[in-house]
């Protein structure tokens, strides 16, 4: 994603190339309540990077790293079967 969009501090989103576009556009990525979302989210993020309490450490290791306990999709098969198995590109 990072070849195709770029995110401001301030929570604005910005394509850098034609699929870019087509997913901000797709999924209004760039409407004022995500993007007021993003910025409290890249706020807090930044307010706990910066703070030396063992809560919020534990805490921004919670939510930035995927969990363990995933679940494995590859084995899931759409019912009905797969109706474009060269893919949706």
Known sequence: MASHLEVDTDGRIHF?????E?????????????????????DLINRLKES????ANALLTHYLNPPTNRPCLSRLRPPGGNL???GIV
Request: charge should be negative; aromatic fraction near 0%.
């Open 16 to 20: 850098l190339s034609d699929k870019g």
């Open 22 to 42: 087509e997913l901000v556009s797709a999924c209004q990525l760039d409407a004022p309540v995500l993007t007021e979302s993003r910025a409290r989210l890249i």
């Open 52 to 55: 030396s309490d063992e809560k």
């Open 84 to 86: 474009r198995p060269e």
